[in-house]
C-alpha cells in the first residue's frame, strides 16, 4: 500500500470520527434517535453504507499493524502560568499600562521560553487570552522588541 494510501485513510478516519462524535452529541443531548424516513429505513440505509467500510477499515488496519496507531489518546497539556503583573489587559480610554517594551519585552521572553520548550502557540495564546497572531508576530520579529532593542542600543 502507498504512503498516499495511509494519507487518505488518517484523513478518511479522523473525518468519520468527527461525524461519529457530532452524532453522539447529538443522541445525548435528545436522548433518543429521531429517524427522518418513515419504519427505521434511515438507520438500515446508514448500516448498508457504513458496515462495508468499516470491515475494509478493520481489514486494513490488521494487515498494516495500524490498530495501535489510531489509538486517539488525549495529549497532555501543561499548564501554563501566566504571571499577574504581565497578563494582557485591556485597555481603557487609551490608557495601556502594561503594555511599555519593557513589559513587552518580559512577556515576550516568557512566551520564547514556552514555545521552546514545546507548547504549541495557540495553547500559549489561549492561556494568555490573547490572538495567536500577537506570538506569531513576537516570533517573526525575533522575540525582541523594537522600541526596547532601539533604545537599548544608545
Known amino acids: 500500500m502507498r504512503l498516499l494510501d495511509v494519507e487518505m485513510l488518517e484523513a478518511g478516519i479522523s473525518a468519520i470520527s468527527i461525524r461519529l462524535k457530532a452524532v453522539e452529541a447529538k443522541l445525548a443531548k435528545d436522548g433518543t ?10 438507520a ?9 467500510i468499516c470491515d475494509k477499515i478493520a481489514r486494513i488496519e490488521a494487515q498494516m499493524g495500524l490498530k ?24 481603557k480610554r487609551g490608557r495601556r499600562s502594561n503594555r511599555t ?8 521572553d516568557i512566551w520564547r521560553m514556552q514555545f521552546e520548550s514545546g507548547i504549541p502557540i495557540a495553547a500559549i495564546a489561549r492561556a494568555w487570552g490573547c490572538d495567536h497572531g500577537s506570538l506569531c508576530h513576537a516570533k517573526r520579529m525575533n522575540w525582541k522588541v523594537g522600541a526596547y532593542t532601539r533604545r537599548q542600543k544608545k
Open 68 to 91: 495501535g496507531r489510531f489509538a486517539v489518546t488525549e495529549p497532555l497539556a501543561p499548564t501554563i502560568e501566566v504571571p499577574r503583573d504581565l497578563r494582557l489587559l485591556p485597555g
Open 44 to 52: 438500515s440505509v446508514l448500516a448498508t453504507r457504513l458496515n462495508p
Open 101 to 108: 517594551a519593557e513589559v513587552v519585552q518580559r512577556r515576550w
Open 33 to 42: 434517535f429521531r429517524d427522518s424516513f418513515e419504519n427505521g429505513q434511515l
